[in-house]
């Protein structure tokens, strides 16, 4: 028979269970005889395996496992572009180990497990002694390439503030997991019971009792087999300890190893814990090879891509969408084609856009009454106080409570002890100071230390500072110093030497003299609120001029305004139905 004709003969058989596939291949033969079984067998499953639960929690044991072998390969690559043209022998042996990586094939992530396996003892004996000011143990650049790779395996339990999980992350998928706060209270318990203050600190000195009460077990003098420290299910925090501790450990390093310095440190850890807040990070020193989609943000080893789905439920302007609708159906359009045309333009935008915060700065103004002495009616603030307290709070980003209470009462005549308003009552609210900040990037280059050197900046160096900031990116005092030259550069480093000079005339004797080190190391980062406004761009942008002009947005038509664009009226409500 060919082997056609042999295909031909066989069937395949399957038995689809719960947990079990059986199988058989199967000969036919011609009656009345049986078929041939030539083969059978049967492939089970885990109780669980084939869950929904379990295949997702696979699936993320499977992603987690690519992306931190794609970590570790972009560390290989960029160290090996950064020591390029180094002499060290050492470190040129280093380079020559890190080669390997760099081939995308299946036999170089065998890679992945090599190395020292003790790597947290390591980094153990630098952080103890660099808190201590005791000598560091010699090391090269293979040894904190087992270091890194080991952190690169342990980040650190992080939530990300763009992952909207609510109450996600307190509950387990199933009664045998631990939630993830649960685990990151043993791992703080652990640190308590130990004395330590670091991640590596902690496993090592948990491994050492781990070694002792497993000897007291063996030699029958403990009853219970002590755990491991895998089986403890401790999550330590990136942004409290896990990050702060890569950071400590590295800059205690810097100069020490050839190509450690801040460039180097920032490339890897990024300036803040929260990889948005400084997305370039990882082009801090370019790498030729290293090519991160646009979404990628922080450095190569704490940064990660920001999901696409980010904000994608937006929410829909009332009011816009009831007057874009009705434009539309006017202008010809059916009442599907308004519908979705209206809803399109009319989304909700973020908190953190100019519109908002002057929207929300300028409720507040419309909310002020109050009264001079001897007037019987409380009124509300004219357009031209408004407009003095915008300008004041516009160059100095915010008020305070209590400046806000001075400033209006100072402008609006309200000082007398007769006089009377209500600006107590509208900021008992805990939340009513946030409404007094217009510009957060403002307020933060107001409220620095350097807050004179600063407002001195030309203006191309000023835009560029505020630009960043309000990309929600953090900046060092000692960067602005980096981007002067000449007479500003001066400048900046007269008013840094007068600020240590009137601190030194100041302080006590018990206390430290500040140093320009410390003055540069001052970084800026501007808070924004989160969420989506209450109301379109447009609408947002109207209702600021309208109280601009003395008017109440809220209002209906009367002698002294016309409709607000707030109030809404019955065909409106109608057109939202």
Partial sequence: ?????????????????????????????????????????????????????????????????????????????????????????????????????????AATRQLQGDGDSFAWQRAAEILTAARENKPLPDLGWSELWDILRWYAHNRGYFA??????????????????????????????????????????TVAAYTARYEREAAEWQQGRRKEKPKHFKGLNAAFLREKIVWPEVCALLTALKGRLPGLDDALIRTLLGNDVDPRRDRDAWRTIPCPDIQLPKRYHGGLLFGQ????????IIGVCPIHYAKRRAELLAAGFSADDAKDQAAKESKLPSKATPEFLRFRWAMQLANVFGARAGERETRPLTADERKQLTALAEKQGAFTKGEFKQAVREIAGWLEK?????????????????????????????????????????????????????????????????????ADADAFDAEVQRLIEAANTKRSKKQAPPTRDELLAETLSAEYPKGRAPYARPVLRQAYEEVMQGWDPRAEKRADQPRGCLCQTDELKEAQL
């Fill in 305 to 312: 891509v920001i999901p696409r789905f980010e904000n994608r």
């Fill in 1 to 105: 028979m060919t082997a056609k004709q042999n295909l031909a003969d066989l069937h395949l058989a399957f038995d689809v269970g719960h947990s079990s596939i059986g199988w058989a291949v199967l000969r036919h033969t011609p009656p009345p005889a049986l078929p041939e079984i030539l083969g059978t067998g049967v492939v089970i499953f885990g109780a669980d395996d084939c869950l929904a639960s379990k295949r997702r929690q696979y699936r993320q044991q499977r992603r987690h496992a690519r992306a931190t072998r794609k970590r570790i390969e972009l560390l290989a690559r960029f160290l090996f572009h950064r020591l390029q043209g180094e002499t060290d022998p050492a470190t040129t042996q280093f380079r020559e180990h890190l080669k390997p990586y760099l081939e995308q094939t």
């Fill in 418 to 486: 007769a006089s009377r308003d209500n600006l107590d009552a509208l900021l008992l609210h805990p939340d009513a100071e946030k409404a007094l900040v217009l510009d957060p990037a403002q307020r933060e280059i107001h409220n620095s230390k350097l807050a004179v050197a600063l407002a001195a900046l030309p203006d191309r160096f000023r835009k560029r500072l505020l630009g960043k900031l309000r990309r929600g990116q953090t900046v060092s005092l000692k960067q602005v110093r980096d981007w002067l030259t000449g």
């Fill in 160 to 201: 990300p503030p763009w992952a909207n999980r609510g109450d996600e992350s307190a509950a387990p998928d199933t009664d045998d997991e631990v939630s993830d706060t649960e685990k990151v209270e043993h791992a703080n318990d652990l640190m308590r019971e130990l004395g330590t203050r670091t991640m590596a600190e």
